[in-house]
């Protein structure tokens, strides 16, 4: 081998070193953001679901005001709280990188969905609680509240599905890994969770 | 014949494309009218009250309404949180945007508000918005309902300014990412750069013994310091390398076996190390900043995750998000 070609290796060696150590730096500081935004994506689901399970306790006991005996809605009321409440507890960490605790929180979105057609059943049942209007715009809060969990877990899976396709793609994917950014696992909902009964609303 | 066939053919693909889930309409202004169910003097007027209300209230709130022929099969709660994020309704950082979505056909309404107006317009009031509705909606007035709708909506406007700190969201340094993990990837990262460093460094060495055996000899030869003594035959020295068996001399060339090549270059390196100290000086040595050629990695390739609105006649909303507050109904 001349000089030259040995120039030439060193200096491809040399920028090869360099390239891989500043691929290192970027994508160490874009993976934290991203890392960050998958961190908020369920912060923010466990605030909604926080929000719900402050909402129903209310709308449970105007229905007990109306509808003492109705133990099996108030038992399905009491299975969401305490569902939300051991989510609130968690750390979105641990949340991001455990498909059970993920699990968990779809699981506390059905229960929701649950207490309410029971708590809609119990005001088909008994008219005087229909007509209460109190009832009624707890009702309407409750719905909007389990619509919001479903858009911030719909938004959470978006944003994990993002911060996967990056550590995928070269040359992220290189470093990503020494770095300590790994792949998150992602809960994909059941048959039974994706068909969660609609809805369907009329007042 | 064919031609009708091909015809037929691209319009039935066409429609049904259209047709398909998804699908977010541009927005063109306060009013879009995808369902024909308002006149243009009934459109005219809906969209003089809104902009009014925009611009004569603090923060400039955008209310904005939507009609569709059809609703895609996600259902109308998804549909309307699609279509306001996408249109990005509300001014940035204060999200204050409400979109009403109405499907005549589907006899489905819905009212989504953004994070930033959940406050003044709560489910329950939405809620009640749409009660109001549900009488001309029956009569098929879609006017007189939409129009109602928009008043209500206006006078639920806040008067007072909200901060511009979205509402709901829980700041991020409230859940740093626990000490173990950061000092682990700081860690393995300081790895990563001794090793940056550890790569350049051999590679520098390397460096130096680019000049062959002849070069070197030749250059000393040239220069007059020192006294070249006459040719006479001088046995090689015997390498020692207890890894290398098969190393024999460079000028050979063959006898290098694959797994050896590394040993070889060691091996030539301390080789001419031990005749050439002197000639290392006189050689001048650029840096290999040379190298500077490399590119650098920028994070520009990088998509980001919501895609920008597509506004044909340049209407475009403020960018503001929604979390899916607000009410929906059949009637």
Redesign the interface.
């Known amino acids: 081998m001349?000089?030259g070609v040995?120039?030439g290796?060193?200096?491809?060696?040399?920028?090869?070193?360099?390239?891989?150590?500043?691929?290192?730096i970027?994508v160490?500081?874009?993976m934290?953001v991203e890392?960050?935004n998958v961190?908020?994506a369920y912060?923010?689901v466990q605030?909604?679901l926080n929000r719900q399970a402050e909402l129903i306790p209310n709308l449970a006991e105007v229905a007990k005001g109306y509808a003492k005996h109705e133990q099996d809605t108030f038992a399905k009321v009491a299975a969401f709280r305490s569902n939300a409440a051991e989510m609130s507890t968690k750390?979105?960490?641990d949340i991001a990188n455990s498909t059970d605790m993920q699990k968990k929180m779809a699981d506390a979105a059905v229960a929701s969905q649950q207490a309410f057609i029971a708590l809609k059943a119990v005001k088909e049942a008994y008219p005087q609680l229909q007509a209460n209007d109190n009832f009624?715009?707890?009702m309407?809060?409750l719905?909007?509240?389990i619509?919001?969990v479903?858009?911030?877990r719909?938004k959470s899976q978006?944003?994990v599905r993002?911060y996967n396709n990056?550590i995928v793609k070269f040359?992220t994917n290189l470093?990503a890994g020494?770095?300590?950014y790994h792949a998150l696992p992602f809960y994909q909902a059941s048959e039974s969770d994706q068909h969660a009964p609609?809805i369907?609303?009329?007042? | 014949m064919f031609k009708k066939v091909v015809f037929a053919i691209v319009f039935a693909l066409a429609s049904v494309s259209a047709a398909f889930a998804g699908d977010i309409p541009p927005l063109v202004g306060h009013v879009n009218d995808y369902a024909n169910v308002l006149t243009k003097e009934q459109k005219l007027s809906l969209n003089k009250a809104l902009t009014d209300a925009e611009n004569n209230t603090i923060d400039k709130p955008q209310i904005v309404l939507l009609t569709v022929a059809k609703l895609p099969d996600i259902g109308i709660d998804q549909y309307a949180n699609d279509v306001y994020r996408e249109w990005k309704l509300g001014q940035k950082g204060k999200d204050n945007g409400v979109l009403l979505v109405l499907a005549p056909n589907d006899r489905k309404v819905r009212i989504e508000v953004g994070y930033g107006l959940e406050p003044s317009i709560t489910d329950a009031r939405s809620g009640q918005i749409i009660d109001s509705m549900k009488p001309f909606l029956r009569n098929k007035d879609y006017y007189a309902a939409l129009r109602n709708a928009t008043y209500e909506l206006i006078k639920l406007l806040p008067t007072e300014p909200t901060s511009s700190v979205v509402l709901e969201k829980k700041s991020v340094s409230a859940m740093n990412a626990p000490a173990a993990d950061n000092s682990e990837h700081s860690r393995v990262f300081a790895m990563i750069g001794v090793l940056g460093i550890g790569v350049f460094a051999f590679v520098a060495a390397l460096m130096f013994n680019f000049h062959s055996r002849k070069q070197r000899e030749r250059a000393r030869a040239k220069s007059t310091e020192y006294y070249t003594p006459p040719k006479t035959y001088q046995p090689k020295p015997k390498p020692t390398y207890s890894s290398s068996r098969s190393y024999s001399q460079s000028k050979s060339g063959s006898g290098f076996s694959d797994g050896f090549v590394a040993g070889s270059i060691i091996g030539s390196a301390s080789r001419s190390n031990e005749s050439s100290s002197s000639s290392r000086r006189s050689r001048s040595w650029d840096d290999s900043s040379s190298s500077s050629s490399s590119s650098s990695y920028s994070g520009s390739s990088y998509d980001s995750s919501s895609s920008s609105s597509s506004s044909d006649s340049g209407y475009s909303g403020g960018g503001g998000d929604s979390g899916g507050g607000g009410s929906s109904d059949s009637w």
């Open positions: 001349n000089t040995k120039y290796i060193a200096a491809v060696v040399a920028a090869a070193a360099i390239w891989l150590g500043s691929t290192a970027s160490q500081r874009e934290s890392y960050q961190q908020l912060s923010q605030n909604v750390n979105p960490t009624k715009s707890l309407r809060e719905e909007g509240s619509n919001r479903s858009v911030e719909r978006q944003v993002d990056k040359p470093v020494m770095i300590g609609k369907n609303v009329t007042f």
